[in-house]
């Protein structure tokens, strides 16, 4: 086999020693256009997972890497004077120089070919004479260009701009430290990549420390127009240096900064639909990219390398190999791009944290690209996370999920909200028996709020036939049997209303009949914003009049009235997810010329008519929220800013907190989904408009509750799936937290289930000696 490697990086080598390693009669080739003893950056940080396949593939490298890393396990955030360590982290890292000599070195001792300063024939040219190229042509990739149509690249282009440095001693921690200027924030990313010297006059060549203090990699960030307005756009290198050393002149000790031609850039996210074509594969940043501030550029290099190797010895041939390797890779770097998507938007939007409590701030930051976690940094320091519950008011041994929260003159027990969800199962918009037990259930399973579906406030208001209503009085008489159900049963939880009307997404089946899709007969009118239907082919709603207007507006505070005599202790205006008042938000939906549509502004102005009247009719005492869809996840919709804009619209005319969903505004949407990702959004209007939220949207475990709220980026999590999986949800996730307290109230009868059902061993007996020689 005669393989050809474009790009002597990390990953290029790493790949060509393997691949000769497992099979030394292949012919490898690698071609760098740089000399050996060049390469920009300065260190390199690989976690204890990469290294654990390092060494099981190749043990001689691995070797090579441990006697040069510097490892250290602690993180510390320093934000406004105020230094906060947390340990038990586990990081190792060392020179990018060092590590590329050790590949150098392994590969010519395998019998790879290395050819320098050389750049590599054109990729066509090498697919036809080798019978595997790998692009490892790093994130400006002339292989991926030069396929484009078959890989399909997205390139994403992100608001911050950063320099690599380095500086002339080794941190003892990787260190985050925030400095706020006159022209705004900037902030240091900082970690360690060379030890100090026993002997200096020992060290030297490219892989030794710059200094007998050791070496650390020091990255200067702030937004675009933070850095234009520092004036960095006219400095040259020098300066430029100086200038960065000037402001975290605290976290260098007075020393000086270095440069490797480092320049200020801007970071580029790049996703390939395929990664590879015939013969030609992607790997490292040729095929995808993740921020550097979870540190794993060269990681995912490195287990790209392992996982091409694998399959190649695994599958019959190249072109099943190369489909393995795509297969097994993208759902991880997925993932980590994910995760380094959610820590790269928290650098963008660092100011909008500026205003919590030093170690909160710290907290935040370490769970920013949530693969850390309350529970998770509990264990790696509980003394650190101990003293963020205390300084939010946790009181010993109660998670925060569990501290309650006051909005207007209720006070929820706990943190979590059963999210609304429709249900498809009332009779002429009347709740019956199965809307007793499934709210009553999951009232007894410990939430602090229950809310309904989506109430309907006429019949022509209605999504489905199933749905249920509150524009009758037997309607209200039935919603308060489910009402007085659950304060008598189970006292402390609260019940919520949702009020809405479907708007053009009306007149439909039921969900589990055809979501969406019309009704086989039967179909009523519907009315919208703008003569738009929801799908291409369905019923073209009714542009609705003044007098129209002004008639849905009284039934909405009709039904308002009515819910306030039902018993309710909450009530929430749906203007999300494409109904009706949501159709008035969004710029997609709405296309009206008079005072209900153009600007932001006016297209507010029906749906606040609608919030006052509910709101006049709602008891003073009884808290209001507002349900929005804060992004339509399709281009010329609602923003991220406008969905602040639209919070504090709500705020200025009462609502008393947010409840942040996104999306199901128009059918050609492209949500990004994953873990809690929707979050962002919430985060964003807690702290830019000051008002509290809920946040929604893939929130599945207790852990992830206790860390939005401990980290300041949510009020209430409302969950949906999970309570149908199991209506205890709360009351369980208190047992596996061993918590038992007023956040977490077993109903009498079910006291004797509160703690977890044992069950067999998984384990086997220790044994009892060990003899060892």
């Not at 932001?600 to 808290?623: C, K, N, Q, S, T």
Request: charged content about 25%.
């Amino acid at each position: 086999m005669r393989v050809a490697i474009i790009g002597g990086g990390p990953g290029g080598l790493y790949a060509a020693a393997l691949l000769k390693r497992l099979d030394p009669t292949r012919e490898i080739t690698v071609w760098e256009r740089n000399a050996p003893d060049e390469t920009f950056g300065f260190g390199v940080v690989l976690s204890d997972e990469t290294l654990g396949g390092i060494e099981h593939a190749d043990p001689v490298v691995y070797a090579a890497l441990r006697r040069d890393f510097v490892r250290w396990d602690a993180i510390d955030i320093v934000h406004r004077g105020v230094r906060h360590r947390s340990g038990g982290h586990g990081f190792a890292a060392l020179g990018r120089h060092r590590l590329l000599a050790i590949l150098h070195e392994r590969c010519r001792a395998l019998g790879v070919e290395l050819r320098f300063s050389t750049e590599a024939p054109d990729a066509g040219r090498l697919a036809a004479d080798h019978d595997l190229v790998i692009a490892a042509d790093g994130v400006h990739s002339t292989t991926r260009d030069r396929y484009a149509h078959v890989f399909r690249p997205h390139v994403a282009t992100h608001r911050c701009r950063y320099v690599w440095l380095a500086a002339d001693f080794a941190f003892d921690a990787f260190r985050f430290e925030i400095a706020e200027t006159e022209h705004g924030v900037m902030q240091l990313h900082g970690y360690p990549y060379a030890r100090p010297a026993p002997d200096h006059h020992r060290a030297t060549g490219p892989s030794a420390p710059r200094s007998p203090g050791g070496a650390s990699t020091v990255i200067v960030e702030m937004r675009e127009e933070v850095w234009r307005a520092a004036g960095f756009g006219e400095l040259d290198a020098r300066e430029s240096l100086e200038r960065c050393a000037k402001v975290f002149a605290d976290a260098l000790r007075g020393r000086p900064l270095h440069s490797n031609n480092s320049a200020w850039t801007t970071f580029r996210t790049v996703v390939n639909d395929r990664w590879s074509h015939g013969n030609v594969v992607l790997l490292g940043d040729a095929a995808h990219t993740a921020h550097f501030s979870i540190g794993s550029g060269t990681k995912l290099a490195v287990e790209d390398a392992l996982a091409l190797a694998a399959c190649l010895r695994e599958q019959p041939d190249v072109r099943g190999a190369l489909a393995a390797y795509e297969e097994e890779r993208k759902p991880v770097v997925a993932s980590t791009q994910r995760a380094a998507r959610a820590s790269l938007e928290w650098f963008e939007n660092l100011p909008l944290y500026r205003r919590q409590p030093p170690r909160q701030f710290a907290f935040n930051l370490l769970t920013r690209s949530r693969r850390v976690t309350h529970d998770n940094l509990r264990l790696r320091d509980a003394h650190f996370t101990e003293a963020v519950e205390r300084e939010f008011g946790c009181p010993p041994g109660t998670p925060p999920m569990f501290t309650p929260f006051r909005l207007r003159g209720l006070t929820l027990r706990n943190r979590v909200v059963v999210s609304p969800m429709d249900m498809y199962s009332a009779a002429d918009g009347v709740p019956g028996d199965f809307h007793l037990v499934h709210l009553g259930a999951r009232a007894l399973g410990g939430a602090g709020l229950v809310m309904t579906e989506m109430v309907c406030v006429s019949e022509e208001g209605r999504i489905t036939p199933g749905c249920a209503g509150l524009y009758t009085g037997r309607q209200a008489e039935a919603w308060r049997r489910v009402t007085d159900f659950v304060h008598r049963q189970a006292p402390g939880t609260a019940i919520g209303v949702q009020l809405g009307h479907s708007g053009r997404k009306g007149s439909t089946r039921l969900m589990w009949e055809g979501m969406d899709e019309p009704l086989p007969a039967g179909n009523w009118p519907v009315v919208a914003a703008s003569p738009l239907p929801y799908r291409p082919g369905g019923q073209i709603p009714r542009e609705l009049s003044r007098a129209q207007l002004t008639d849905i507006r009284e039934q909405f505070a009709a039904a308002g009235w009515r819910a306030a005599r039902a018993g309710f202790d909450l009530l929430e205006l749906h203007c999300a997810h494409g109904y009706l008042l949501s159709g008035f938000l969004s710029p997609l939906t709405n296309r009206r010329t008079d005072a209900y549509g153009g600007s932001l502004e006016r297209r507010l102005r029906f749906p606040l008519e609608v919030f006052d009247a509910v709101r006049g009719v709602w008891p003073a005492e009884r808290p209001m929220t507002v349900r929005i869809s804060a992004t339509d996840w399709a281009e010329g919709g609602t923003t991220a800013e406008d969905a602040v804009e639209i919070a504090r619209a709500f705020a200025a005319h009462g609502a008393d907190a947010i409840d942040v969903s996104t999306g199901q505004v128009v059918a050609e949407e492209e949500p990004e989904f994953g873990r809690s990702y929707q979050t962002p959004f919430a985060d964003r209007i807690r702290n830019e408009a000051r008002i509290p939220v809920i946040a929604v949207g893939a929130i599945s475990s207790w852990d992830d509750v206790n860390s939005l709220i401990l980290a300041g980026r949510t009020d209430l999590c409302a969950l949906a799936r999970p309570h149908l999986y199991d209506p205890h949800w709360t009351l369980h996730a208190a047992a596996e937290q061993d918590y038992a307290g007023p956040g977490a109230l077993w109903p009498a009868p079910y006291r004797a289930g509160s703690r977890r059902p044992r069950t067999g061993r998984t384990d086997a007996p220790k044994p009892r000696l060990s003899l060892s020689g």
